[in-house]
């Protein structure tokens, strides 16, 4: 370290000298001592990491300016503020993973705060008094929409996936295609997540080609189950050949194994699958083409909360539901009142309050509108704007060659991405997309009802 970041160093205040500053003292009053001196803390941090930084020694004029009372406001404001806020999502990424995917219909945050608010009937039944299964109250619904046997419901996606595998292949054999062994969500593995539980995954075919004959021949004595994963969760440049649930299913019943579908999103509406997604797999076609269980997640196409719904035929889920695993995967009383009443907008075909349906459905005249409106705003403001063509996406591993047209303000900035960062750290917090020297804010992800939040909180970055 040179001299010179180390007399820097030795230069910055303690944390009691800072607190004893008028300005900051006036913080400890108004918020408690603890919040400021975390505060002050993560502001002292902040210089250090700048001094020793790889970039020229910093003049002491910018470190008292980064240690300075009102960076300490800004700090203390930002511990006051909860960890987990709402977000504007100007991405045009509709399941978007880091925020949430699916956000909920107003009837499933109704149900939440009913649930959430008091005792509920979990596991009561209010008839007869006695305990009843928690995951009664989707169940029915799913086998309605579905109309399978039976289905059950645990936290999320992966985790039916996993239980599917433990009740039907525990310490035997699952066959996969070589194409289909595949990497999700950054870390998460179909082969790490098989060999965990003790199932020995045997891969099947190759990375570019796998046929019927492939399966048949690796099927053995030691062959629990064969799973299918969906392709259309990723993409696998030069992989042209596979084998549909259709023509698999009467080789698994003939050697007795079960073929368990991981489909990856959840879509019940036949007709945004036929209007917009090109052909995407639903859980009924799936059971319907001979899977003994297919899985999928809650807060994708379904649109639900983070979820995983598991049907198919019914010996096959009673042992998943009498697995001991069951216990660890089950959800809480909030994601399946969110489930339920989401469900219940299918069953009522009420598909439209559903806001990834709003999303998907959106027309070009209807975003136009929005983004009119927030451009005669910024225009009142002196704010420079305009409206753009863009692509949106489907996101969430979901339908990825379903580019959706969509429109986006666009924000001419000389630092766009010092921009990005003043909406993304706002009140409300924006995420937008940086482009060619341009701050691009996709409208189809933007609702309705957040269209002024959106404007004020672009003329706040732009102004800076």
Do not use: W
């Not at 009443?341 to 136009?368: F, K």
């Not at 939040?453 to 706040?460: G, N």
């Amino acid at each position: 370290m040179s001299a010179e970041r180390n007399e820097l160093l030795l230069e910055l205040p303690a944390v009691p000298e800072i607190c004893e500053r008028p300005g900051v003292s006036t913080l400890i009053e108004l918020h408690g001592r603890p919040v400021v001196v975390h505060a002050v803390r993560q502001v002292l941090e902040s210089a250090k990491n700048r001094i020793l930084s790889n970039e020229p020694p910093p003049a002491r004029e910018e470190i008292q300016a980064l240690i300075g009372d009102e960076v300490v406001a800004v700090a203390v404001a930002g511990r006051l503020k909860p960890g987990l806020r709402r977000v504007i999502n100007a991405t045009g990424v509709i399941l978007h993973a880091n925020l949430g995917r699916a956000p909920l219909a107003p009837e499933a945050v109704a149900a939440v705060a009913s649930a959430g608010g008091g005792y509920a009937s979990l596991e009561v039944d209010v008839v007869s008094g006695g305990k009843a299964p928690r995951e009664r109250h989707v169940v029915g619904l799913v086998r309605d929409l579905l109309e399978c046997e039976a289905a059950t419901v645990v936290n999320n996606g992966a985790a039916g996936v996993l239980l599917a595998l433990q009740a039907l292949a525990g310490g035997r054999d699952v066959l996969v295609s070589s194409g289909e062994m595949v990497e999700l969500g950054g870390d998460f593995r179909v082969v790490d997540t098989t060999v965990s539980i003790g199932c020995r995954l045997v891969p099947v075919g190759s990375p570019q080609r796998t046929r019927l004959s492939d399966y048949e021949s690796a099927i053995g004595p030691e062959t629990g189950a064969i799973l299918k994963v969906q392709r259309s969760s990723y993409d696998v440049p030069g992989f042209s050949e596979a084998v549909a649930v259709g023509e698999l299913a009467p080789l698994a019943r003939k050697k007795g194994v079960s073929l368990i579908h991981d489909l990856g999103s959840g879509l019940l509406s036949d007709d945004l699958n036929e209007q917009m997604l090109e052909g995407e797999m639903t859980p009924k076609n799936s059971l319907r083409s001979g899977s003994s269980v297919v899985c999928f997640s809650g807060d994708k196409l379904l649109g639900g909360p983070q979820t995983g719904v598991v049907a198919g035929e019914e010996a096959v889920v009673r042992l998943l539901e009498e697995h001991p695993l069951m216990r660890a995967l089950r959800c809480d009383k909030l994601a399946l009142a969110a489930l339920e009443a989401t469900l219940r907008l299918y069953r009522d075909e009420r598909v439209e309050a559903v806001p990834i349906g709003q999303m998907l459905r959106v027309t070009s005249a209807e975003l136009e509108a929005r983004a009119d409106a927030i451009l005669s705003h910024l225009s009142r403001r002196k704010v420079k704007a305009s409206m753009v063509k863009c692509v949106d996406s489907v996101g969430g591993g979901t339908a990825p060659y379903s580019d959706l047209r969509g429109i986006a303000i666009e924000v001419p900035h000389s630092r766009p991405g010092r921009m990005t960062s003043r909406l993304r750290t706002g009140d409300p917090a924006v995420l937008a997309v940086m482009r060619d020297a341009c701050v691009h804010l996709h409208l189809r992800t933007v609702g309705e009802y957040e269209g002024d939040a959106l404007a004020a909180a672009v003329e706040k970055a732009a102004r800076g």
